[in-house]
């Protein structure tokens, strides 16, 4: 689900997961958030997509790690 710049991936299997993703990071507008929940395999598949946009993956702080912070360059 797209919502405010938010792509949040709950619910969605890894290939739903990855499609969403991959439209999302060709389109969206940096700064933008993708939230991944905890499964490491969902974050991985982001940071591969995003690699391949060239984009920066940060989470917001050590207590919410299904949340990341997508931006163009490193802050």
Do not use: W
């Amino acid at each position: 689900m797209i919502k405010d710049n938010i792509l949040d991936l709950h619910g969605l299997t890894y290939l739903e997961a990855k499609k969403e993703v991959e439209s999302f990071a060709a389109s969206a507008e940096c700064p933008f958030y993708i939230i991944t929940g905890n499964s490491n395999k969902m974050k991985d598949i982001v940071k591969i997509i995003l690699q391949k946009y060239k984009l920066e993956a940060y989470y917001l702080d050590d207590f919410n790690l299904g949340k990341l912070l997508i931006t163009e360059r490193p802050i």
